[in-house]
């Protein structure tokens, strides 16, 4: 299995590379544009040295921003005369305008960051980048980081683990692995998911399989993704899959994207090289076909700490209809803490042709599986 993985970690290595190649992507701008006045004052002779906050109600505060995030505004304040105020939080509804003096990170839906000098006024933000200039709702706006982002921020990931152990008359031991590493760039973008599915009773196992999907997507237009480069990994020893390799390319649809959910669609060309375990009598150990591949994930958040994520895939040899193999992982995420959480996860697995091993004995078709854990994430 070793020389496998090498395949593996070097391919998705070149994908990654080739993607960011290919498209040209840069790391977002540094230098920050002069900022506008803010309507009804008088044009500055020069930036601000702070940022300014105009309240409903009329109050005029300043300070330094922090963040945005959850509807709430962080900022170290400062009176007019030039007295700290310390940490202060104001609720983003009650503030009609904001004028920023350097330049942050703006998050908007469909992965979409601006990093740049920005103004606020009313139902309207203004970003001014180092190429141009962009007006977008207000409503739209997800979250505000202070200053400009590396390429270490567009990463984030995470593993979790369900372990159920029992002992006495019968000594059961199951354990399933889930991890995720995503780049969210403006232009390309790349996914990768792992699971790893065990179980032994009394010494002997009973499920063991591994899943290993990677994905480069290329964003071509607001919502339509272009992906070059797209490859799948699956073994089951259960089902007589030794290994089951699958690199091919696509296109999706991003569907739904807004603060609170997320729902995308793909659809590929893959080649499919296939393992067996053992075979029945003179059936090939090997299998190569050409296959039509169609993915599927959504994300719903329910409130900032509580969040529904969902995948699907169904993959059709062109040749064999009954060859159809379908997987699919839903999981209910809670987050305890910034790096920790709990979940739940719901997997199934669905050969739709499996092959007998050299007993003859036929695999069954559906394979479930329901497993709470804990994990991290960044």
Request: hydrophobic content about 40%; charged content about 25%; some cysteine.
């Amino acid at each position: 299995m070793v020389p496998i993985f090498q395949k593996i970690s070097a391919l998705l290595c070149v994908f990654i590379l080739a993607g960011s190649v290919a498209h040209g992507e840069e790391e977002p701008a540094r230098e920050p544009s002069n900022p506008k006045e803010i309507p009804g004052q008088s044009a500055p002779e020069k930036a601000p040295d702070k940022d300014i906050f105009l309240l409903k109600n009329g109050d005029r505060m300043q300070g330094t921003f922090e963040s945005l995030a959850d509807h709430q505004i962080h900022f170290q304040g400062v009176s007019l005369d030039e007295i700290a105020l310390g940490d202060l939080t104001l609720e983003f509804a009650d503030i009609v305008q904001v004028q920023f003096r350097a330049e942050n990170t703006f998050d908007f839906p469909n992965k979409k960051k601006l990093v740049g000098v920005a103004k606020i006024s009313g139902d309207t933000i203004t970003v001014q980048t180092k190429e141009r200039e962009e007006r977008l709702p207000r409503s739209d706006l997800v979250s505000i980081t202070k200053g400009s982002i590396s390429e270490l921020d567009l990463w984030s990931g995470g593993a979790s683990v369900g372990l159920t152990k029992n002992s006495g008359n019968s000594n059961e031991l199951q354990l399933l692995v889930l991890a995720h590493l995503v780049r969210e760039g403006e232009k390309v973008r790349f996914r990768t998911n792992y699971r790893n599915d065990l179980s032994k009773t009394n010494g002997l196992d009973t499920v063991k399989n591994q899943r290993l999907d990677s994905r480069v997507d290329l964003l071509i237009r607001d919502r339509l993704y272009l992906s070059p480069a797209m490859l799948d990994y699956y073994s089951d020893e259960f089902q007589n899959i030794d290994w089951r390799l699958s690199p091919g390319a696509g296109a999706g649809y991003e569907i739904v994207q807004n603060k609170k959910a997320e729902w995308d669609a793909n659809l590929a060309l893959v080649y499919q090289e296939t393992h067996y375990v053992s075979v029945f009598g003179t059936q090939s150990p090997q299998e190569n076909a050409v296959a039509l591949k169609f993915q599927t994930h959504f994300k719903l958040a329910f409130n900032s700490y509580v969040t529904l994520h969902g995948d699907y895939s169904l993959t059709a040899d062109l040749e064999d209809t009954q060859d159809i193999t379908q997987h699919s992982l839903v999981k209910l995420k809670v987050d305890m803490s910034r790096h920790l959480d709990l979940n739940l996860a719901f997997v199934w697995d669905r050969v739709g042709d499996p092959q007998a091993n050299a007993q003859g004995v036929v695999p069954k078709k559906d394979d479930f599986k329901i497993s709470f854990g804990a994990g991290v994430h960044f």
